[in-house]
């Protein structure tokens, strides 16, 4: 799979405490080689076709959309904050 991330999605990781932009890294790595990888409990979001959330930890989220073998990362952060934006 290839990856891309929005101009938001980069602004928000860059505002993220070290530690969390550590999982985020590890979780992206994971998200390239397997779609639906357990950790990352990837399920679809019902308020907008195409996109999906990815967990990052107990509390942190990333969302992005699929197009055939492409991930645009949009965004990255709290749970609520993401799902909000």
Not at 23 to 40: A, C, R, T, W
Not at 66 to 81: A, M, Q
Request: include cysteine; charge should be positive.
């Amino acid at each position: 799979m290839c990856l891309a991330k929005t101009d938001n999605f980069t602004s928000r990781y860059q505002k993220l405490a070290k530690s969390i932009q550590k999982k985020v890294d590890k979780q992206i790595k994971l998200l390239e080689k397997d779609f639906f990888y357990p950790s990352l409990r990837t399920k679809k979001l019902k308020s907008h076709s195409g996109w999906w959330e990815f967990r990052v930890d107990y509390h942190y989220r990333m969302i992005g959309e699929k197009n055939d073998d492409l991930i645009i990362l949009h965004s990255v952060g709290p749970h609520d904050e993401v799902l909000r934006s």
